[in-house]
């Protein structure tokens, strides 16, 4: 059984930092992405990153380049989204999400961590 489970979410200001943390089990790592993304009230959810797990590969969205970092621990089996230079419109619920590297969507989600940055 599939699990994720993230942490790390809460209240910040703009400018700080935070850094978030989804393990994982029941996966074959190395047949898959794993991914971040993000839901604001009365938004679509939207793409963050995501980190293939053999390659260490990574891929962003526009809107966080150069201040989020994804990475993964193997040792773990955690993966991590370091959020810097946050903005109030970061405040979203962060969801992390796994998808074979063979399949176009991600079929894996976890429970979601509200992330809340204030001005």
């Known amino acids: 059984q599939v699990q994720l489970l993230e942490s790390g979410g809460g209240l910040v200001h703009a400018g700080d930092s935070l850094r978030l943390s989804c393990a994982a089990s029941?996966?074959?790592?190395?047949?898959?992405?794993m991914g971040w993304f993000r839901q604001a009230p009365g938004k679509e959810r939207q793409f963050v990153a995501a980190?293939?797990?053999?390659?260490?590969?990574?891929n962003y969205a526009d809107s966080v380049k150069g201040r989020f970092t994804i990475s993964r621990d193997s040792a773990k089996n955690t993966v991590y989204l370091q959020m810097g230079s946050l903005k109030p419109e970061d405040t979203a619920v962060y969801y992390c999400?796994?998808?074979?590297?063979?399949?176009?969507?991600?079929?894996?989600w976890g429970q979601g961590t509200q992330v809340t940055v204030s001005s």
């Open positions: 999400a796994a998808r074979r590297v063979d399949l176009l969507q991600y079929n894996y």
């Open positions: 029941g996966l074959t790592f190395s047949m898959y992405y």
């Open positions: 980190i293939r797990w053999s390659t260490g590969s990574t």
